[in-house]
């Protein structure tokens, strides 16, 4: 007997015995959505200030999000061909590339990719490999600026997920990579970003 | 006297070890509560409804896990199973063999401690790096993890210090941005050169399947970025139906495990990376591992099955905040490692037949369970296995006088009568079997035994009736 007719036959074999069996529950729409989600308003600025909640630094234009780069220590920029609009402003700042590779991973400080869309009641950010093919340039630099449609931000976690773009790689990202594994205390940047940003256009 | 091994650890637990993982326990179980009550008007029913799409699924696991293995396999994955540790173990061992690796980078993974993969993994030749911060420092210190979702819950900024300097990752330096900074530096070597990632998964939904993963660090999404080969290591009671299932279980495992309403990084993943795409895995493979989960789910146990690993049972347990989580000797500690672990233990059930008795039964641990286990039952019910199985049980005293003495009348009512000499004796001073610790700190109230009965006779009489049997 195979492992797989093995393991089929032991769980049939413990659920035959049951007189019955638990119904797949409905879920009612909204179910889990957060109590204030209803009367939150407008789902830009509730993305904006649920994001920010989350440690997610927003712009609301490109120029606030050179103006803050400016001033970042930042060696070397990352901006993909399909953000290209982007490149003429941010060259005047420091050097920018279009190209993203293992070797120069130490040297590319922020990146920019776009996202697929958002979610406001999370203030959370979806990528996925058709939106953000180079998945390294989303996650290796300190900096990722993730360029957000605002026509493109769901509503809800649930909406979502009843959303889900026919892609096998889909990251939600809820603000920077952090960690409290060191005696609870909490530091930003463990292995992805130190610091996420959001550019909403 | 014998004591219950949990006792004689706490005992011995390092008090400064013991008020780090209280402080902490507590903290997360406030923030839990905190952000449930902002969020949700009312979060029982919510955990209760999670309850119900956890326990219909395992009530129909061959059809969900059928599902699963067809969604993944339909979007370009490989499906494996393993039937005991080894299997599992061997599955991944072959299948990295066979593509000629011996670098890989993992990320956190109950299901891996549990079969013991990083052992087996190093046996072979293969050299595999935990990627998770907590579980790196774990790896080093040739350690045991003590929390399921925090794993050095147990070790000071001193103690990680001295390991980083041991394993030359720089002077003893102890502040927690730069021990943060330096794992950042040395894992981005390890991912770049890893050619395998391995993952286990949160969830697998059965109609998609695509493999659910939360991490705060961003480490399971580091090892699925420059690899070439992912191999996901899953319990088969992961599986849930749908996404929309995953609606109310994100919602509830984010805020109950560490209090946040969302992990950072939730992934979803079905298949290798696309024709065309520049970056991901060419190879997905999906290994569903039993080990003794099919006879769980044939015990009268089988609610366990519907853990989703918040790990919130051990933040709120009196008993785990005392001894930390290498006092429940398994790799599932708290109250769901009491029940899991003797259970997942097959016939070395009787070594850890002693867990389930290290409760108060107090059932903290079922009410803030997101997905509504009966944990205080599921315990006493493997307490009467352990009876049934004549376990010896140290430290707890035989019953057998009592039972003489509560099944013969006679000797009862006798029993009754010369108790009040008990009012006499110096207790204190006396050498009292079992009792003698108790004794000292407290005084017994005046025996007033026997009175029941002759209550008893005399309530009859007054209401007319038969005194009738009174034995």
């Not at chain 2, 005992?11 to 923030?31: C, G, I, Y």
């Not at chain 2, 979702?149 to 001193?158: A, D, E, N, Y």
């Not at chain 2, 199985?389 to 000797?411: C, D, K, N, R, Y």
């Amino acid at each position: 007997m195979s492992a797989r007719e093995k393991i089929f036959a032991d769980i049939k074999a413990a659920l035959d015995p049951l007189p019955e069996r638990v119904p797949r529950p409905t879920l009612p729409r909204g179910v889990a959505d957060a109590q204030w989600l209803a009367g939150a308003g407008e789902s830009t600025d509730l993305f904006s200030q649920r994001a920010t909640a989350a440690g997610t630094v927003c712009f609301s234009s490109a120029t606030d999000c050179l103006k803050w780069l400016s001033e970042q220590q930042v060696r070397k920029i990352y901006i993909p061909d399909e953000l290209s609009d982007l490149a003429p402003s941010f060259s005047q700042i420091t050097e920018v590339t279009n190209l993203y590779s293992r070797d120069q991973v130490d040297q590319i400080d922020a990146a920019f990719t776009s996202a697929a869309g958002g979610i406001a009641e999370s203030g959370t950010i979806i990528l996925t490999d058709e939106s953000t093919p180079d998945r390294l340039a989303a996650l290796a630099p300190w900096i990722h600026i993730a360029v957000l449609r605002m026509d493109r931000i769901h509503r809800s976690i649930e909406d979502a997920l009843a959303t889900m773009p026919d892609d096998p790689n889909i990251i939600w990202v809820t603000g920077p990579s952090k960690t409290a594994d060191v005696e609870g205390i909490l530091i930003q940047g463990v292995h992805g970003p130190g610091i996420q940003g959001c550019l909403l256009v | 006297m014998a004591k219950q091994l949990i006792d004689t650890y706490v005992r011995d637990l390092d008090p400064s070890v013991q008020a780090a993982v209280h402080r902490s326990t507590a903290s997360t179980t406030d923030k839990r509560h905190v952000l449930l009550g902002a969020d949700f008007a009312d979060a029982d029913s919510l955990r209760k409804l999670a309850g119900a799409i956890r326990e219909h699924t395992i009530e129909h696991l061959d059809t969900y896990l059928a599902q699963a293995e067809e969604s993944l396999t339909r979007c370009g994955a490989k499906v494996h199973y393993a039937v005991t540790e080894e299997d599992a173990c061997r599955a991944v061992s072959d299948i990295l063999k066979a593509n000629g690796i011996t670098k890989v980078v993992k990320s956190k993974s109950m299901v891996s401690e549990e079969v013991h993969l990083n052992d087996h993994l190093a046996a072979e030749g293969i050299e595999s790096i935990e990627s998770d911060l907590g579980e790196y420092i774990v790896q080093i210190d040739g350690d045991h993890p003590s929390h399921i979702v925090r794993p050095i819950i147990h070790k000071t900024r001193g103690d990680i210090a001295r390991s980083f300097e041991r394993e030359g990752l720089g002077d003893y330096n102890d502040d927690p941005e730069t021990i943060t900074r330096r794992a950042r530096k040395f894992m981005r070597g390890k991912y770049l050169a890893a050619e395998a990632g391995i993952t286990g998964a949160n969830f697998v939904t059965a109609d998609t399947g695509r493999l659910v993963l939360v991490t705060n660090e961003g480490n399971s999404r580091f090892c699925l970025a420059p690899t070439r080969i992912h191999i996901a290591l899953i319990g088969i009671e992961k599986v849930v139906p749908s996404e929309a299932d995953l609606a109310v279980l994100l919602n509830l495992l984010g805020r109950s495990a560490t209090g946040q309403q969302l992990t950072v990084y939730t992934e979803f993943i079905n298949g290798p990376r696309r024709k065309g795409q520049p970056s991901g895995p060419e190879e997905m493979h999906v290994i569903f591992v039993d080990n003794r989960r099919t006879e769980v789910l044939a015990s009268d146990c089988k609610e366990i099955l519907r853990c989703i690993r918040c790990g919130a049972c051990l933040n709120v347990c009196p008993v785990y905040r005392q001894g930390s989580g290498h006092a429940y000797r398994s790799v599932y500690p708290g109250p769901v490692g009491a029940v899991l672990s003797p259970l997942l233990a097959g016939d070395k059930f009787k070594e850890l037949a002693d867990l389930p008795k290290a409760s108060s039964l107090c059932g903290a641990c079922n009410e803030v369970c997101p997905v509504d286990i009966p944990i205080p039952d599921l315990l006493l019910r493997l307490r009467h296995r352990a009876h049934e199985e004549h376990v010896p049980s140290p430290g707890t005293p035989p019953m057998e006088g009592f039972a003489l003495l509560g099944s013969h009348p006679l000797i009862w009512r006798t029993a009754m009568t010369f108790g009040a000499a008990k009012d006499y004796l110096p207790l204190d001073k006396m050498p009292v079997p079992y009792l003698g610790p108790w004794l000292k700190t407290r005084t017994l109230p005046k025996w007033r035994g026997g009175k029941f009965r002759s209550w008893m006779k005399s309530r009859k009489v007054r209401e007319g009736r038969q005194g009738g049997d009174d034995q």
